[in-house]
């Protein structure tokens, strides 16, 4: 993000390069949180037979997550 805002510092020619790094960085950030989530919702289901609770999405979300963090964890194929 500090590069993208370096970039966009440039006129004309650093704010394009600057904002598709910004998307792009988004895009990645959004697209892996999504999918650490969905996750932690389909083991949850599977182990407890229900979605969770308000409370439980929190915790249980973050405990996903320090488990789950330094792992390479492949997409799933769209079927």
Known sequence: ???A???????????IPGEAI???TAAAV???LGNA?????ILFQTK????????EIGSGFEQFWKETRNKV???R???
């Not at 989530?37 to 919702?41: A, D, K, N, P, S």
């Not at 407890?48 to 409370?55: A, E, Q, S, T, V």
């Open 77 to 79: 194929k769209a079927t």
């Open 73 to 75: 964890l492949k997409p």
């Open 30 to 32: 959004t697209y892996g």
């Open 22 to 24: 910004e998307i792009t």
């Open 37 to 41: 989530f969905t996750r932690f919702l």
């Open 1 to 3: 993000m500090a590069l």
């Open 48 to 55: 407890n037979f229900r979605l969770p609770d308000g409370d």
């Open 5 to 15: 805002e370096a970039l966009k510092a440039a006129p004309i020619f650093g704010t």
